[in-house]
């Protein structure tokens, strides 16, 4: 699937990057992405047409029918990189690692809300940039 890229050590290389991430789980049908959240995304391209915005997500799934055509428009922009994240070796030679290790994550009460949070900060850790939630729209040139 076209969608399904993962993520390389390689990229994203320098620092003219924006991220946003969706995890929130998949439910039967697959990946949902609505039309707000692939504003955010869009605005964040058309702004800053000189930076290379990242969708990144979690989950090895299926695109859901009613999300497959907003993930092809977002594919048209030459600056927006849709990547899939494999967690266990986001966290790989990060100080996170040994932690992740120990399956502190598992025992969370709230373990999708701090894999979240953590797929932020190594994002950031790893690769500088901006990071932004799916709920923010970019309305200036050059953030």
């Known amino acids: 699937n076209k969608f399904f890229i993962l993520l390389t050590l390689d990229e994203p290389n320098g620092d003219k990057n924006i991220?946003?991430?969706e995890t929130s789980c998949?439910?039967?049908?697959?990946?949902?992405l609505n039309a707000r959240q692939a504003c955010a995304i869009e605005s964040a391209a058309k702004m800053n047409p000189n930076m290379n915005v990242y969708l990144l997500f979690l989950s090895p799934s299926k695109i859901s029918k009613q999300s497959?055509?907003?993930?092809?428009?977002?594919?048209?922009?030459?600056?927006i990189r849709i990547r899939r994240v494999k967690f266990q070796n986001y966290v790989k030679n990060t100080p996170l690692d040994v932690w992740y290790k120990m399956d502190i994550l598992k025992?969370?009460?709230w373990p999708r809300i701090q894999m979240a949070d953590i797929l932020r900060f190594l994002t950031l850790w790893k690769y500088g940039g901006i990071y932004l939630d799916l709920d923010v729209v970019v309305i200036r040139h050059d953030i």
Do not use: C, T
């Not at 998949?26 to 949902?32: H, R």
């Not at 497959?68 to 600056?79: M, T």
């Open 107 to 109: 025992k969370s009460k």
């Open 26 to 32: 998949f439910d039967k049908n697959g990946l949902i």
């Open 68 to 79: 497959k055509k907003i993930f092809e428009q977002l594919q048209a922009y030459p600056n």
């Open 19 to 21: 991220f946003f991430h």
